[in-house]
T-cell receptor, first 118, second 115 residues
Framework: GAVVSQHPSWVICKSGTSVKIECRSLDFQATTMFWYRQFPKQSLMLMATSNEGSKATYEQGVEKDKFLINHASLTLSTLTVTSAHPEDSSFYIC??????????????FGPGTRLTVT | AQSVTQLDSHVSVSEGTPVLLRCNYSSSYSPSLFWYVQHPNKGLQLLLKYTSAATLVKGINGFEAEFKKSETSFHLTKPSAHMSDAAEYFCVVSDRVDSNYQLIWGAGTKLIIKP
């Protein structure tokens, strides 16, 4: 099946610094990628949808200037957490949407990146 | 608006006994429905999906789910639980928003397997 990778798998950074997380679709082209955030013992919260070559669409309540998303190619999207603070500590998951099959699109998920801001 | 309700936040069963994880959805059109599993410190894995073909869907690891339109349900079952099934399970519906498809996530059900 389709594989999505994320790098790094975990990162610890100091408050005020920026962190970049990469999401790659390894064996298919993804015109759309999604970024989710998952708090402990909670479900996934969609942060933004990014389409290759265009600006990301952010969900209500997600700060565009804090969570910078770039989808420069059909296989790579990046999420940069700028000026990170401890409350940004979370598990970030990306997914890539595979080409449509029949009635549905299928999303494939990366393994997630655990960010800890100290 | 579309929504997904997972009726139990935790389900605890003994190893070797049946598993039932309940999911109800609301959708204004014929939905696609999914079950994902998330093991501790691991990524999400698709267990199975329903896309308007057979209403009884078989997935990986012995799981299956039945789409019941009249009950707006998509419950996940397995005849015999295994210790390795302990994980968080998410019921998801595919929703069309502004000509794009998004996934609407349930809150998750933690499956606990007792030896």
């Amino acid at each position: 099946g389709a594989v999505v990778s994320q790098h790094p798998s975990w990162v610890i950074c100091k408050s005020g610094t920026s962190v970049k997380i990469e999401c790659r679709s390894l064996d298919f082209q993804a015109t759309t990628m999604f970024w989710y955030r998952q708090f402990p013992k909670q479900s996934l919260m969609l942060m933004a949808t990014s389409n290759e070559g265009s600006k990301a669409t952010y969900e209500q309540g997600v700060e565009k200037d804090k969570f910078l998303i770039n989808h420069a190619s059909l296989t790579l999207s990046t999420l940069t957490v700028t000026s990170a603070h401890p409350e940004d500590s979370s598990f970030y998951i990306c997914s890539a949407r595979a080409p449509r099959q029949g009635r549905s699109y299928e999303q494939y998920f990366g393994p997630g990146t655990r960010l800890t801001v100290t | 608006a579309q929504s997904v309700t997972q009726l139990d936040s935790h389900v605890s069963v003994s190893e070797g006994t049946p598993v039932l994880l309940r999911c109800n959805y609301s959708s204004s059109y014929s939905p696609s429905l999914f079950w994902y599993v998330q093991h501790p410190n691991k990524g999400l894995q698709l267990l199975l999906k329903y896309t308007s073909a057979a209403t009884l869907v078989k997935g990986i690891n012995g799981f299956e789910a039945e789409f019941k339109k009249s009950e707006t349900s998509f419950h996940l079952t397995k005849p015999s639980a295994h210790m390795s099934d302990a994980a968080e399970y998410f019921c998801v519906v595919s929703d069309r928003v502004d000509s794009n498809y998004q996934l609407i996530w349930g809150a998750g059900t933690k499956l606990i397997i007792k030896p």
